[in-house]
């Protein structure tokens, strides 16, 4: 499992970031008089980027005339308190540590709205990663190949020896459309049964898995 660049998924991956989103999600619909959702259901509505997050959210998604204001108080409240509770999953600040240690080129790809994918990348990882790119208006996000190999570019690196790891099924759709491999964690916001059934060809439990030679 040696490569020489490693692109990584953000939310489930190398973060956990669903109690601050689930949190922002909960303001925006409290501030629209729309009920609340669980951390469960949240759980089930992240991968697609945060537009995806509240149109599952919101009762009748994009059809509904509140959507463009709540989904407007959601990015308002999550860019300011995106860092409440999120942390690195155990095991990844050692992981990237090494991986950078034995030389490796590392990026992060999210379907995240471009600010916070940056904000968080620069307060965690700034140390191991440079190229982090999240959802932007001139270029398809995940899982269309755009912006994997717009990292890819930034890191004047060939898709022959990278790889994509991520938590979703957008994440395996990604890879494949990239014609890359991919590895799937099994810490993150889907579990083995459901990555499994997306077409998940090599899983991972713990972050250190990436080291093994």
């Not at 979703?168 to 889907?190: E, H, K, Q, Y």
């Amino acid at each position: 499992m040696d490569f020489d660049t490693y692109v990584f998924d953000l939310d489930g991956t190398l973060l956990n970031t669903l109690q601050d989103l689930a949190a922002s999600c909960n303001y925006a619909l409290r501030q629209s008089h729309m009920p609340e959702r669980t951390i469960d259901e949240v759980r089930l509505f992240v991968g697609n980027g945060v537009k995806k997050l509240m149109e599952r959210a919101i009762p009748g998604g994009l059809s509904n005339p509140q959507f463009d204001d709540t989904y407007a108080t959601f990015r308002q409240h999550y860019l300011v308190h995106s860092l409440d509770t999120t942390q690195p999953y155990p095991g990844i600040m050692d992981t990237l540590a090494e991986l950078s240690l034995r030389g490796k080129k590392l990026a992060v790809v999210s379907n995240k709205f471009y600010a916070a994918t940056q904000e968080l990348c620069q307060h965690f990882f700034g140390d191991y990663i440079k190229v982090a790119i999240g959802e932007r208006e001139n270029i398809r996000k995940k899982p269309a190949p755009d912006t994997v190999l717009e990292a890819l570019r930034q890191l004047n690196a060939p898709k022959e020896t990278a790889v994509y790891i991520g938590d979703s099924d957008v994440d395996i759709d990604t890879a494949r459309n990239c014609g890359m491999p991919s590895i799937s964690v099994l810490w993150g916001f889907r579990d083995h049964d459901f990555l499994m059934a997306h077409g998940a060809t090599t899983l991972i439990s713990r972050p250190k898995e990436l080291l093994a030679d």
